[in-house]
């Protein structure tokens, strides 16, 4: 292996085993922005987050803008989770086989489905226990209360991710099993991964977004309504592995995930904190 970073040339020779795709590791990475930069961006989030809670209260009652308004966090939360070690593992040993054509790509259709599939079974499976959890032990809270909770807990994260705050951050730190593809066929293993993805907790996830969406779903206190919450989330998860239905390579993906890993970390903060305070002004109007 050769690499000359000045020519921005890299060789890596070839696997002696066919079975195995060779894949160069990133020799770059985006970096963090200043500490000044971070502070205006986590200015400029809570400002939109005020002003948006404050025009979303005079369009309606509570309950509709902040049910819209966490559909596109939970969906949003999901995407992000992609620049997790298990997104780019996804979207690497869930590839069409072979060359890109349409033969290819209807061959590995059924992956993606029964990919899509194990989300969704692991979004009934989560959702359930959760909203289990939450009619046993949280019925008889005042839901507004909680939500508040909720809310503060999304800023404190949000300062979290712009590297300001430092809070807990309990995690499995697993992967997917990546030699369940010399073991099954390719559907086989779509379904797997999107049942261990879409448990969510059985794997490494890098938005704490996670959380919060993990709480809407507990504070609910409905079995449906919690696989729901889910549910939403695992689809933001689940689409992003549609792009190995265009011609593109495995590693321009990957290089361009390499690329927005920290401005991923940003858009996360900025969800974060800006959920936080339009949530917070839709409860307190």
């Known amino acids: 292996m ?5 020519s921005g040339a890299y060789h890596q020779a070839p696997n002696n085993s066919s079975q195995f795709t060779c894949v160069p590791d990133a020799l770059s990475f985006s970096e963090s922005r200043s500490i000044g930069a971070r502070v205006v961006m986590m200015i400029a989030a809570l400002a939109l ?34 620049w997790s070690p298990c997104g780019y593992s996804s979207l690497s040993l869930l590839r ?11 061959r590995w259709t059924p992956t993606f489905i029964t990919h899509a599939l194990g ?9 359930g226990v959760l909203g289990i959890a939450g ?17 503060v807990l999304a800023l404190g994260y949000g300062a979290h991710q712009f590297g300001f705050l430092k809070m807990p951050y309990p995690q499995r730190r697993a992967q997917v099993p990546h030699d369940a593809r ?6 086989v293993i779509g379904l797997l991964y999107g049942y261990a993805l879409g448990m969510n907790y059985l794997t490494y996830v890098q938005t704490p977004i996670l959380y919060i969406v993990t709480g809407v779903a507990l504070i609910s206190a409905d079995i449906t309504t919690a696989i729901a919450v889910i549910a939403v989330f695992n689809i933001g998860r689940c689409l992003p592995v549609a792009v190995n239905f265009l011609p593109i390579s495995n590693q321009s993906v990957q290089s361009w995930l390499a690329k927005w890993q920290e401005r991923a970390v940003e858009v996360d903060g900025f969800l974060l904190l800006s959920f936080g305070s339009a949530a917070l002004v839709l409860l307190a109007l």
Do not use: D, K
């Open 182 to 187: 010399f073991r099954f066929r390719s559907s």
């Open 49 to 82: 987050g005020i002003a948006g809670g404050n025009m979303l209260s005079l369009t309606s009652t509570t309950g509709s803008p902040l049910t819209a308004m966490f559909i596109v966090f939970a969906l949003a939360g999901g995407f992000l989770s992609t």
């Open 119 to 127: 989300y969704a079974l692991g979004a009934v499976v989560l959702g």
């Open 135 to 151: 009619w046993m032990l949280l019925s008889s809270f005042n839901f507004n209360y909680m939500a508040v909770g909720l809310a």
């Open 96 to 106: 069409p086989a072979g060359r890109y054509s349409f033969g290819s790509v209807a």
């Open 2 to 6: 050769s690499v000359e970073i000045g």
